[in-house]
């Protein structure tokens, strides 16, 4: 009986521990279906995008395009200064050329953007300007946004960022920047498997059921 009683403890109290665990919820980008607005302050008349049979979405030109998160999940708006999330950026980044358009075998790129990787903007409050705080610079020419994280592979290469380790503040929108102002033939930026990953801390609530848990299967455990 002893036994039996000490058994149901434990599952009790693994079961609440289970309550108290962080709860994780994935946003993944169908870029197919996401809704894309164009910077107008940094795109031209030949910024462009195309989204593959495979899911990947590929940036030509001088092209900065945003996702809308609330158009695209429901979400207003990324908040990065609250203590009890944190959002972590999962995705795979390549950069190509054509072989006929100057790229070498296999897409190698013979030339680069200036800027080639993501700003997260807030475009609440009527920003028109990329700020390079809010930027990963994964390659490119200019000494423009964090530089944290380089592509450095001729193929797909997956990044992974905790955004709230190198962001402050608030986001509305991903943006993906090929930012090509002068000459850079007709290398693209793609992108793929993008995941915006938000995880909660447990409350207040969920760690004190945790603690009367364990605490009686520690008495529990004294008896036997």
Known sequence: M???????????????????NAGVINYDVDFDAATFEGMSRQNNVDSDYFVQNNGAIRIYSDSWFAIDLEDTF?????NLDDSLTNYTLDFKF????????????????????????LFFADFSGGQTD???SQSFNLIGTQNWGLDDFSYTNDRWQRFSIDL???????????????????????????FRDMTLSEVSAPTALSLAVLGLGITGWRRHRRSV
């Not at 402050?168 to 930026?189: A, K, M, P, R, Y």
């Open 130 to 132: 990329a700020v390079s």
């Open 74 to 78: 429901g979400i207003d708006s990324v």
């Open 2 to 20: 002893k036994l039996a009683r000490k058994l149901c403890s434990v599952i009790v109290a693994c079961g609440m521990a289970a309550s108290a």
């Open 94 to 117: 390549r950069l190509f050329q054509r072989r006929g358009d100057g790229g070498l075998d296999r897409g190698e790129p013979t030339s680069l953007p200036e800027i080639g990787g």
């Open 164 to 190: 709230d380790n190198y962001l402050s503040g608030s986001f509305t929108h991903i943006v993906l920047v090929n930012d090509c102002d002068n000459e850079c033939g007709n290398t693209q930026v793609r």
